[in-house]
């Protein structure tokens, strides 16, 4: 075997064992909330050792910098895709707000509450910081696409247009539990803030 093969292959098992420690880690989050998620359940329900553990994730909460990153470029992802097809600003401010709330779902509120304390925490209080997320900027490019074209009045602010959109989004998910709840307040988000947008 090559130097060169034999690396190769040392670096896919590495990838597969933290494959292995995130998925069982995300469990854990989605059961006990990352606080009180048990790192010896994670290492046996992934087959290593504590000391693999730490190495690949120095901490918890590096588990969730990688999940939210992950979740991110995903959700970037589709939404590029709807991009793609004929649209308008609101079925576009719609999408995102189904994409959120798919995530929602998908990891349950406990781990999606966590990940939404990650994305708003004080260390990402500058503008610089959000503007970093792909989600975020295909929906300020979004905005400012509404704006040149006349839809939209000429002094929006794009970037804050966004950033109110989502905090909206993660407000409403915070504050509801039922569907119907929900469904009718992000329906009246989405119109509520197209209807403050738009040329008067």
Same mark, same amino acid.
């Given at each position: 075997?090559?130097? @060169? /093969?034999?690396?190769? !292959?040392?670096?896919?098992?590495?990838?597969?064992? $933290?494959?292995?420690?995130?998925?069982? &880690?995300?469990?854990?989050?989605?059961? &006990?909330?990352?606080?009180?998620?048990?790192?010896?359940?994670? /290492?046996?329900? *992934?087959?290593?050792?504590?000391? %693999?553990?730490?190495?690949?994730?120095? %901490?918890?909460?590096?588990?969730?910098? +990688?999940?939210?990153?992950?979740?991110?470029?995903? =959700? *970037?992802?589709?939404?590029?895709?709807?991009?793609?097809?004929?649209?308008?600003?609101?079925?576009?401010? *719609? +999408?995102? *707000?189904? =994409?959120?709330?798919?995530? @929602?779902?998908?990891?349950?509120? %406990?781990?999606?509450?966590?990940? =939404?304390?990650?994305?708003? !925490?004080?260390?990402?209080? @500058?503008?610089?910081?959000? &503007?970093?997320?792909?989600?975020?900027?295909?929906?300020?490019? +979004?905005?400012?696409?509404?704006? #040149?074209?006349?839809?939209?009045?000429?002094?929006?602010?794009?970037?804050?247009?966004?950033?109110?959109?989502?905090?909206?989004?993660?407000?409403?998910? !915070?504050?509801?539990?039922?569907?119907?709840? $929900?469904?009718?307040?992000?329906?009246?988000?989405?119109?509520? %803030?197209? $209807?403050?947008?738009?040329? #008067?």
């Amino acid at each position: 075997m090559t130097a @060169q /093969v034999a690396s190769s !292959s040392r670096e896919a098992r590495r990838l597969l064992t $933290r494959e292995r420690i995130l998925g069982a &880690a995300i469990a854990e989050f989605k059961h &006990a909330g990352m606080a009180g998620a048990d790192v010896g359940a994670i /290492v046996a329900a *992934a087959g290593v050792a504590h000391g %693999t553990f730490y190495f690949h994730f120095p %901490t918890k909460g590096h588990i969730l910098l +990688e999940l939210e990153t992950r979740e991110e470029r995903h =959700l *970037a992802a589709d939404f590029a895709r709807f991009l793609d097809g004929p649209h308008d600003l609101a079925s576009a401010l *719609a +999408e995102v *707000a189904g =994409l959120v709330m798919g995530l @929602q779902q998908q990891l349950g509120r %406990t781990l999606f509450k966590e990940l =939404l304390a990650l994305h708003f !925490s004080p260390s990402r209080s @500058q503008p610089d910081e959000w &503007a970093d997320h792909p989600l975020i900027l295909q929906l300020i490019r +979004e905005i400012e696409r509404s704006r #040149r074209e006349g839809e939209l009045h000429p002094e929006v602010d794009a970037f804050y247009s966004a950033m109110f959109f989502l905090l909206g989004i993660y407000g409403v998910l !915070s504050a509801t539990d039922g569907v119907e709840d $929900r469904d009718s307040m992000i329906e009246k988000l989405v119109a509520s %803030t197209v $209807r403050g947008l738009e040329v #008067r």
